[in-house]
């Protein structure tokens, strides 16, 4: 069970991965109609993709920057109340899963197992998708886009700062 619950706590424990997973949420709940939960679903199986490449091919080093740019991009697409065709959407989805996928997989300490890790992660992944749908929608449903927007440029900007090595 200790394997699991590292998975769990792992997106917790780095402030590019918590941030990303909260957008990935919030900007999920700006999508129209009952799509919302189609982004992070694709998000969280191509997770599950990426941690299995990451796992085998041990690629993930690059990827700290890729993860930050996908932090700026979602905090970017919040900020700019952006909603795209949901094609799009769950494809940009995907592809920032694959970048945070690799690094996890990549990740995985030795002598943890794998899919026991990869179980408590999706678990968290997921469980912070529907935190962040649920500030998303909330905040929707209060009208405050000023908020959305705020909210979406801090996130953007705390992943300039990832990138910079600041934070």
Same mark, same amino acid.
């Given at each position: 069970?200790?394997?699991?619950?590292?998975?769990?706590?792992?997106?917790?424990?780095?402030?590019?991965?918590?941030?990303?997973?909260?957008?990935? +949420?919030?900007?999920?709940?700006?999508?129209?109609?009952?799509?919302?939960?189609?982004?992070?679903?694709?998000?969280?199986?191509?997770?599950?993709?990426?941690?299995?490449?990451?796992?085998?091919?041990?690629?993930?080093?690059?990827?700290?920057?890729?993860?930050?740019?996908?932090?700026?991009?979602?905090?970017?697409?919040?900020?700019?109340?952006?909603?795209?065709?949901?094609?799009?959407?769950?494809?940009?989805? +995907?592809?920032?899963?694959?970048?945070?996928?690799?690094?996890?997989?990549?990740?995985?300490?030795?002598?943890?197992?794998?899919?026991?890790?990869?179980?408590?992660?999706?678990?968290?992944?997921?469980?912070?998708?529907?935190?962040?749908?649920?500030?998303?929608?909330?905040?929707?449903?209060?009208?405050?886009?000023?908020?959305?927007?705020?909210?979406?440029?801090?996130?953007?900007?705390? +992943?300039?700062?990832?990138?910079?090595?600041?934070?």
């Amino acid at each position: 069970m200790h394997n699991a619950i590292d998975g769990l706590t792992h997106p917790l424990t780095g402030l590019d991965h918590l941030l990303a997973m909260v957008a990935v +949420g919030v900007w999920a709940a700006l999508q129209p109609g009952r799509r919302v939960w189609l982004v992070p679903l694709t998000f969280v199986s191509m997770l599950v993709v990426g941690m299995t490449v990451g796992r085998f091919t041990g690629a993930g080093s690059i990827n700290e920057l890729l993860i930050a740019l996908s932090v700026i991009a979602v905090g970017g697409l919040i900020a700019s109340r952006r909603s795209l065709s949901i094609v799009w959407a769950c494809a940009t989805a +995907g592809v920032f899963a694959m970048f945070h996928g690799l690094s996890h997989g990549a990740e995985i300490p030795a002598g943890v197992s794998a899919w026991q890790f990869g179980l408590g992660m999706v678990v968290s992944t997921a469980l912070l998708h529907a935190a962040g749908v649920l500030i998303g929608s909330g905040v929707r449903r209060s009208g405050s886009v000023s908020l959305l927007r705020l909210g979406g440029a801090a996130i953007a900007a705390c +992943g300039v700062l990832i990138a910079m090595g600041a934070m």
